[in-house]
């Protein structure tokens, strides 16, 4: 997939990809790529995608920012 060969690495991706049965998504940074494949390290570890197997792929903007606390304070 062209897109995937021409992005800086470090740019945030979601890739759609083949998998035996259907297909997923990786949901990451682009980190590494070769002739034949793309690393997306996601939040639960790397993610080699064949680039044969790229269904759909895309820029996504960063994550939003978690807020501390999760809940209202209590009162005292």
Do not use: Q, W
Not at 34 to 39: L, V, Y
């Amino acid at each position: 997939m062209k897109l995937l060969r021409e992005l800086p690495l470090g740019t945030r991706v979601v890739v759609r990809y083949r998998i035996e049965g259907g297909f997923t998504d990786a949901l990451g940074d682009l980190v590494a790529r070769d002739g034949t494949t793309c690393t997306v390290e996601t939040r639960r570890g790397p993610v080699v995608v064949a680039f044969d197997a790229v269904a759909l792929a895309k820029p996504v903007p960063p994550p939003p920012v978690r807020k501390s606390g999760g809940g209202p304070a209590s009162a005292l």
